[in-house]
């Protein structure tokens, strides 16, 4: 069964920390994503990568960076975690090309307080 | 970013009730894909459309890729309580470069009473 992990599906955080949130995928997708999910705010892009050790910016990458070393793990990063970043965080893939959808993980319920 | 506009934002019905939802857009979209989203996991694709015009079904759930492409909407007929949760629906323009990047709709909270 071909999925999208994520290696949390909750943590607590405490303000200042620096925060791993880890995805893997094994569908050899060329294409992950960077989601969160906020009550009323739908999913905002934070980063996402077309490609091993490349990365654009979404709509909100303020406070977040990304890495991608390899092409089936795909990371986010919060340098220094504040509160107003807690939230649903979600990884996605996919296929390069038109017509494909995202393949999306259960998500990590972050808590940072 | 852009973002579809996508109705409505809640709906409360009882179950064996019908539902429809909708998203409609300025630009076109050559693809339009919907999601459901289950509480406390992640979105899952249920229908993708390809083609202005064409109407595709999975079980109870019918779908249509609007004729000017700025438009889709999703049925579901004789809900069920485990059709509750969060339906999106997407758009990507595509092909080439980030075109492949999908918009979203905020999404359709729906609650189903038994």
């Known amino acids: 069964d071909v999925k999208v992990t994520q290696s949390s599906r909750y943590l607590v955080k405490r303000t200042g920390e620096k925060v791993f949130l880890e995805c893997v995928q094994d569908m050899d997708h060329e294409n992950m994503f960077w989601y969160r999910q906020d009550p009323g705010l739908g999913l905002r892009l934070i980063y996402f990568s077309y490609d091993v050790k490349m990365k654009e910016k979404g709509d909100i990458p303020e406070g977040y960076s990304v890495s991608r070393e390899k092409k089936e793990r795909f990371s986010l990063i919060l340098e220094s975690a504040s509160t107003n970043q807690t939230s649903m965080y979600l990884c996605a893939s996919s296929l390069v090309g038109a017509g494909y959808g995202y393949t999306f993980g259960s998500g990590t319920r972050l808590t940072v307080v | 970013g852009q973002q579809l506009n996508q109705s409505p934002q809640s709906m409360f019905i009882q179950e064996g009730e019908d539902v429809s939802m909708n998203c409609t857009s300025s630009?076109?979209?050559?693809?339009w894909l919907w999601y459901k989203q289950d509480p406390g996991e992640g979105p899952v694709l249920l229908i993708a459309l390809y083609k202005a015009g064409e109407l595709t079904s999975n079980g109870r759930l019918t779908a249509q890729f609007g004729i000017t492409r700025k438009d889709s909407f999703l049925n579901i007929s004789a809900s069920i309580p485990s059709d509750v949760g969060i339906y999106f629906c997407?758009?990507?323009?595509?092909?080439?470069?980030?075109?492949?990047?999908?918009?979203f709709g905020k999404g359709t909270l729906l609650t189903v009473n038994p």
């Open positions: 630009s076109i979209f050559n693809t």
């Open positions: 997407a758009g990507q323009l595509g092909p080439g470069g980030s075109n492949y990047k999908l918009t």
